[in-house]
Nanobody, 127 residues
Framework: QGQFLEAGGGSVQPGGSLRLSCAAS????????KGWFRQAPGKERDLVAA????????HYADSVKGRFTLAHDNARNTLYLHMNSLEREDTGIYFC????????????????????WGQGTQVTVSS
């Protein structure tokens, strides 16, 4: 069902920036709903950002609006998450994911709607 390779995680101080990448192989993800989930320590995995098939509309969780930007490069078949002004609450494991759902269903955040998942990359924000 394809493979996702995530990279870009690390440790930064509050206010710092990171860029996560998710390179897909096997199948193109251009026409898939694509998103990033975050699993904070002791918490459930929750949708942070999503982009509808075709890349025309994006959705962000309230906690990251204005700070995170989701982008994709169709030529590289790669999804990105640009994270600025990072806060301690952003700490967690970030997973990229893709699914066949269409329209606003892309924003539901239901794990079962996403068929393909990356392995996760750790982001730690601390002083």
């Amino acid at each position: 069902q394809g493979q996702f390779l995530e990279a870009g995680g690390g440790s930064v101080q509050p206010g710092g920036s990171l860029r996560l990448s998710c390179a897909a192989s096997g199948n193109t993800i251009r026409d898939y709903c694509k998103g990033w989930f975050r699993q904070a320590p002791g918490k459930e995995r929750d949708l942070v950002a999503a982009i509808v098939p075709g890349g025309s509309l994006t959705h962000y969780a309230d906690s990251v609006k204005g700070r995170f930007t989701l982008a994709h490069d169709n030529a590289r078949n790669t999804l990105y998450l640009h994270m600025n002004s990072l806060e301690r609450e952003d700490t967690g494991i970030y997973f990229c994911a893709a699914g066949r759902q269409r329209g606003i269903a892309c924003y539901s955040g239901h794990h079962g709607d996403f068929d393909y998942w990356g392995q996760g990359t750790q982001v730690t924000v601390s002083s």
